[in-house]
C-alpha cells in the first residue's frame, strides 16, 4: 500500500475521533472555553490534513488503477467518480470538502468559521468511506 494512502488512513482514524467528541458535553466538564475552542482549531487543522492527504491518496489510487494523472483535487475527485469508485453523493461531498478546506485557509470571521465547522462531523463517515474503498481495492 502507497504511503499516501496510508497517511490519510490516519489521518481519517485522528480527524474521525475529534468530530465525533460531543463538544456541548466536553465543554460542561471541562468547564474552560478555552480547551474547547482549542479542540475545534484542532478539529480543523486535522479537517484540512485529512482532506488534503484524501485527494492525494486518491491521485496514487486513480494512477495504479487507471493510469491516470490529473493534478488538480477536484479533477482527480471527479475521475474517481466517473471511474466508479464512489457514489454521486459521495462526489459531491467530497467537493464540498475541498471548498470548505479551500475556505478554511481564509476565513476572517467566525461565523463562516463556525458554519464549516459545524460541517465537519458529516465529512468524517465519507472518509472512512473513502479509506475502506481505497483499501479494498488496493489488496
Request: negative net charge.
Amino acid at each position: 500500500m502507497d504511503m499516501r494512502i496510508k497517511a490519510f488512513q490516519e489521518a481519517t482514524t485522528g480527524f474521525a475521533y475529534l468530530a465525533r467528541l460531543d463538544l456541548v458535553e466536553l465543554g460542561k466538564k471541562l468547564e474552560d472555553e478555552r480547551l474547547v475552542d482549542g479542540i475545534l482549531n484542532g478539529r480543523a487543522q486535522k479537517f484540512e490534513y485529512a482532506t488534503e492527504l484524501c485527494w492525494k491518496a486518491i491521485k496514487v489510487f486513480l494512477k495504479e488503477k487507471e493510469g491516470l494523472d490529473e493534478a488538480s483535487p477536484k479533477k482527480i475527485i471527479k475521475a474517481y467518480y466517473l471511474g466508479g469508485y464512489t457514489t454521486e453523493d459521495d462526489y459531491l461531498l467530497l467537493l464540498d470538502a475541498v471548498e470548505d478546506r479551500n475556505r478554511l485557509s481564509h476565513i476572517y470571521d467566525a461565523e463562516t468559521f463556525n458554519d464549516i465547522l459545524a460541517r465537519l462531523p458529516g465529512y468524517a463517515p465519507l472518509f472512512e468511506r473513502v479509506c475502506g474503498q481505497l483499501s479494498k481495492d488496493t489488496e
